[in-house]
Nanobody, 119 residues
Framework: VQLQASGGGLVQAGGSLRLTCTAS????????MGWYRQAPGSQRELVAV???????NYSDSVKGRFTVSRDNAKNTAFLQMNNLKPEDTAIYYC??????????????WGQGTLVTVSS
C-alpha cells in the first residue's frame, strides 16, 4: 500500500491550496484518511481526518478554514485550505488506516508535501 500526496506549494497569506492524497495497492477498505503537518522545530500534529462514514475531525487551529473530504471510489482524500496563514507553513503528511485484501490492518504515511504561506 502506498499513499501519494500532492498539491503543496507557495501561496500568499489569505490564499488557498488543495492537497490530494491517493492510496494505492492491495486495499480492501480505508477506515480513515487524513492530514498531519510538521513545522520546523515542532512536533507533527493532526490537521484533519475523515472516516469512511464522512465524519470529520479538525484541529482547532484550522476549523472554519480547512475542509477535508474523500472520494471512496477513488481511494482519495482532499484537504481544501482557505484563508491560509503564515503559521500554516509546514510539511503536510497524508495518513490512512487501511485494511488490505489479506485483512491486515495498518497505518500508513505518505511522503509529505510542503506548504509555504508568505506574509
Amino acid at each position: 500500500v502506498q499513499l501519494q500526496a500532492s498539491g503543496g506549494g507557495l501561496v500568499q497569506a489569505g490564499g488557498s491550496l488543495r492537497l490530494t492524497c491517493t492510496a494505492s495497492g492491495n486495499i480492501f477498505s480505508i477506515i480513515r484518511m487524513g492530514w498531519y503537518r510538521q513545522a520546523p522545530g515542532s512536533q507533527r500534529e493532526l490537521v484533519a481526518v475523515i472516516n469512511s462514514r464522512g465524519i470529520t475531525n479538525y484541529s482547532d487551529s484550522v476549523k472554519g478554514r480547512f475542509t477535508v473530504s474523500r472520494d471512496n471510489a477513488k481511494n482519495t482524500a482532499f484537504l481544501q485550505m482557505n484563508n491560509l496563514k503564515p503559521e500554516d507553513t509546514a510539511i503536510y503528511y497524508c495518513n490512512a488506516d487501511i485494511m488490505t485484501i489479506t485483512r491486515r490492518f495498518s497505518n500508513y504515511w505518505g511522503q509529505g508535501t510542503l506548504v509555504t504561506v508568505s506574509s
